[in-house]
C-alpha cells in the first residue's frame, strides 16, 4: 500500500538528505550518488534532464533533488542504514538478469560466460552500495544486449499476450457482459437522458478497469472460454484505494439550469505492460469516445515485458487497435508544436518518454516533459510506477493517479493531488494575456501612437533577473520621456511568478504577430550603459558588452520579427545587427537561458 502523503513528515525522513548543502561528508556522498548512477545533470547534461525541466513535473524547493526510487530506498543508501533492504533488491535484479541469460542462450559455453560476465559486473557494481536497484537492472541487462545483440529478448512473449488480450477483448462474451443492464442492480433510476448517459459512461468504465485486474486475460487462453457471466462476475469486484471517487469524479457530467456537459480532459497515460496494454487501449479508446484526450506513453527501448515505442509502430495487434492515432517522433518537441497538436482533432497522441526505466523523470525527453506539464493529470499504470510516485514524499505538478492489479484479482486506484503551490498557466490563459497587451495596442494606435516592442536580456544572465528587469524598465521610461506619442511594450512588465520561457514565448508570439507593432527594438549594449548611467551607476561586469543577441529569447524573436517584417514591410526593426544573433540557439526546457549555458 502507499505511504500516505505527508510531506513534512517525510521530509524529516528521507527527504531531508536530497538537499544539498549541509555536513559536506554527506553531501560529497549525496553528489557521489547522482554521479555513480548517471544522474547528475553536470555530469551527464546531454543525458540527465536539467532542474528546470524536473520542476515540469515535481515540486521542488530551491536547494532540494529530486531522485527515481522510493524514500525508503534512498534513505537505505544515503544514510547506509539498511543493506538488508539494498542487497535484497540487488539480487532480484540480479536474478531477472540471469533468468534472461537461461531462457534465451541455448549455447552452455555461452551461458557460462555471460553469467560469469553478469556475475563480475554485478559484484562491482554492488560493493558500494551506492546504485539504485533499477539502475542495475539496467546495466545488467544491458550486458546481455551488448553481447548476444538481442535487443528486445522479449519480442515474441509480448506480441502474443497483445494478440491473447485482444481475442479475449473481442469476444461476443465479453461485449454481451459489457453491455449488460441490470435493474435490479442498479435501483436508482435515471430521471434525464443526461443522466442516463452519464451512469451508462461510468458503468462501462467502471467494467473495463476492473479488467485490468485479470491477468488471465493476456496470460492464458482460459478467457476465450469465459461467458457472459464469467464477466459479469469480474465486474463485480470491488475497486478499492483513495483515488475511486476522484478518479470518476474526474470524468463526470457537469449540470446547470438543466444543461449538462462533460468537461473534456487532457490525461497522461502511462503504459506498462505487454496484454495488460489492451485493456488499457480499450479504456483509453472509450475516454477518446467521451471526448477526452489522451497521450499514451511507452518506454524508449524494450525493457523485459514492458511495451516501448517500437511495439506500437511495428506490433500488427497495437496499430490496430490505435487506428489514426497521432505519434509524436520528436523528443524535443517546442511547446507551441506540441500546443498545435493537443488541439487538432486528434483524441489518441503516441509519444515514447524516451527511457528504458520503470519510470525515471530524471532521464525522460523534452518532450515528455513539456507534455507532463501541459496535461490535466497523470495516470500511472502497475505497482513499480506507484512506487515512483506514491512511496516517495515528493509532489508534483499535476494529480497523480495510479491504477494497478491486487494479487486477488481486484484493482485499486490511489490518487495524489498536485502541490498547492503550483502556479499552471493554461493556453487559455496566456492567450487571454496576448488579448489584452493586444487590445492596449490598438487603442494606442486608433489615437494616433506609436507602438513600440523592446525586446531585451531577461533571464540570459543566469540570477540576475531582477536587475535586467530594472535595466528594461528604466531605459523604456527614458525613451518614453524622450519620445511623444509612442506606446512602448516593456516585456518584463508582464512578467508574473511562475511564468517561465515557455509560457512568455507562447504568450509573446501572439502578440509580436499580430500586425500591431510599428517600431520593433532590440536591446543595444548602448541601451545598458544608459540604464546604468541612468541609476548612477557602472556597468557590472557580467553586463559589459551584452545586448539582445545575448538573449536566447530575443534571438527567437528576431526570428519572428523578420518572418513579420515579410508580411508587414512598414515596421522597422532597430538595434544591433541580425547577423550577431546567430550566437544563441534553443532555451533548456523551463530556462529562460541557451541550454548549452
Wanted: with cysteine; aromatic share 10%.
Amino acid at each position: 500500500m502507499p505511504i500516505q502523503n505527508n510531506p513534512k513528515e517525510h521530509e524529516k525522513h528521507a527527504g531531508a538528505g536530497s538537499r544539498e548543502g549541509g555536513h559536506p561528508e554527506k553531501a560529497a556522498w549525496l553528489t557521489a550518488f547522482y554521479i555513480e548512477n548517471h544522474l547528475d545533470p553536470f555530469a551527464y547534461p546531454w543525458q540527465v534532464a536539467s532542474p528546470e525541466q524536473i520542476r515540469f513535473m515535481v515540486y521542488l524547493d530551491e536547494d532540494q533533488r529530486y531522485y527515481p526510487c522510493s524514500d525508503r530506498m534512498f534513505d537505505a543508501i544515503i544514510n547506509r542504514n539498511n543493506p538488508e533492504l539494498i542487497q535484497e533488491s540487488y539480487r532480484k535484479a540480479l536474478d531477472k538478469v540471469l533468468s534472461l541469460i537461461n531462457d534465451k542462450i541455448e549455447d552452455p559455453k555461452e551461458k557460462i560466460y555471460l553469467e560469469t560476465l553478469v556475475r563480475i559486473k554485478y559484484q562491482h557494481e554492488t560493493r558500494d552500495e551506492m546504485m539504485i536497484p533499477s539502475r542495475l537492472e539496467k546495466r545488467l541487462t544491458q550486458i546481455f544486449i551488448n553481447r548476444t545483440q538481442i535487443e528486445d529478448p522479449d519480442i515474441f512473449e509480448k506480441a502474443s499476450r497483445n494478440k491473447q488480450a485482444a481475442r479475449a477483448l473481442d469476444s461476443e462474451a465479453l461485449q454481451q457482459a459489457l453491455n449488460h443492464w441490470d435493474s435490479v442492480t442498479h435501483r436508482q433510476q435515471p430521471r434525464t437522458l443526461a443522466e442516463v448517459k452519464q451512469m451508462a459512461e461510468q458503468l462501462e468504465l467502471q467494467r473495463l478497469i476492473t479488467l485490468t485486474g485479470e491477468s488471465a486475460i493476456w496470460m492464458s487462453e482460459a478467457p476465450l472460454q469465459y461467458s457472459k457471466e464469467d464477466y459479469l462476475h469480474i465486474f463485480q469486484r470491488p475497486l478499492q484505494g483513495n483515488g475511486v471517487s476522484e478518479f470518476f469524479k474526474m470524468f463526470g457530467t457537469n449540470c446547470q439550469e438543466g444543461i449538462c456537459w462533460s468537461e473534456p480532459k487532457r490525461l497522461l497515460w502511462l503504459a506498462d505492460e505487454a496484454g495488460e496494454l489492451m485493456v488499457d487501449l480499450a479504456i483509453i479508446t472509450y475516454l477518446a469516445k467521451m471526448g477526452h484526450k489522451v497521450i499514451l506513453v511507452f518506454k524508449g527501448r524494450p525493457m523485459f515485458t514492458a511495451v516501448d515505442f517500437e511495439d506500437a509502430q511495428r506490433d500488427g495487434t497495437i496499430t490496430k487497435k490505435l487506428g489514426e492515432a497521432y505519434f509524436i517522433k520528436n523528443p524535443a518537441l517546442s511547446k507551441n508544436e506540441l500546443v498545435k497538436i493537443l488541439r487538432s482533432d486528434k483524441n489518441i497522441i503516441v509519444l515514447s518518454d524516451g527511457t528504458r526505466e520503470k519510470l525515471n523523470l530524471l532521464l525522460t525527453s523534452t518532450t515528455f516533459a513539456r507534455a507532463f506539464r501541459e496535461v490535466d493529470a497523470v495516470i500511472s499504470r502497475g505497482h513499480d510506477q506507484r512506487r515512483r510516485f506514491f512511496d516517495v514524499h515528493f509532489q508534483f505538478t499535476q494529480d497523480i493517479y495510479n491504477i494497478a492489479a491486487e494479487a486477488d484479482g481486484s484493482v485499486s486506484i490511489y490518487f495524489k493531488p498536485r502541490h498547492p503551490s503550483i502556479i499552471k498557466f493554461s493556453h487559455a490563459d496566456l492567450e487571454r494575456k496576448a488579448k489584452v497587451i493586444i487590445g492596449q495596442m490598438k487603442t494606442a494606435k486608433s489615437h494616433g501612437m506609436t507602438v513600440i516592442f523592446y525586446s531585451g536580456i531577461i533571464g540570459s544572465i543566469p540570477g540576475k533577473i531582477r536587475t535586467a528587469k530594472k535595466v528594461m524598465s528604466v531605459f523604456v521610461k527614458h525613451l518614453k520621456s524622450q519620445s511623444a506619442m509612442t506606446h512602448i511594450i516593456n516585456p518584463s512588465d508582464y512578467y508574473e511568478p511562475g511564468m517561465d520561457a515557455d509560457d512568455l514565448m507562447y504568450m509573446w508570439e501572439i502578440v509580436q504577430t499580430s500586425g500591431m507593432i510599428d517600431i520593433w527594438r532590440f536591446q543595444s549594449y548602448e541601451d545598458i550603459v544608459d540604464a546604468f548611467q541612468i541609476m548612477g551607476k557602472k556597468v557590472p561586469p557580467e553586463w559589459v558588452g551584452k545586448d539582445a543577441t545575448f538573449s536566447t529569447g530575443c534571438t527567437k524573436e528576431m526570428k519572428i520579427a523578420m518572418e513579420v517584417q515579410k508580411r508587414n514591410p512598414e515596421m522597422q526593426i532597430i538595434g544591433p545587427s541580425r547577423e550577431k544573433f546567430m550566437r544563441r540557439d534553443e532555451y533548456g526546457v523551463g530556462k529562460m537561458y541557451d541550454q548549452r549555458l
